[in-house]
């Protein structure tokens, strides 16, 4: 009796576990800054991928729909062709470094399903004064 209770045990926990492992594996999305992803563009097209960047000044808009280029923030002359569609973060602006989240379709565009925005370290909320 207590043989079927470790063999049943053991099986339930590699059940476990190999859900887990797949549940992990289908959360992961890699990060890539622009140049990486362009150097791998031929492996990377119609993967789900984060990209960093810096927003260029050529921000198009057109109804619901916003087209930018993200340029390469180590240093690199590279840059990326980005369509979105949906709400834009407060924070988004030209020069601000960004996140998009999507898919690169491997013809020159990043299809972003999000964008994420980062903080300047010169953050100071409306009406800090910075001291008393």
Known sequence: MKKKFIIGGFFVGLAVFFLGYMAFMGGVIYYYEVGELLEKADTIAGQAVRVSG?????????????????VDNTGLDASLMV??????????????????????????????????????????????????
């Open 54 to 70: 810096i927003v260029a000044p050529d921000v198009e808009k057109s109804g619901l729909e916003m087209r930018f280029t993200v």
């Open 83 to 132: 369509v979105y569609s949906g709400a834009v973060p407060d924070t988004f602006e030209v020069g601000s470094q960004v996140v998009v989240e999507g898919e690169y379709d491997g013809g020159g565009f990043f299809q972003a399903e999000s964008i994420l925005t980062k903080c300047s370290s010169r953050y100071v909320p409306q009406g800090d004064t910075g001291g008393e």
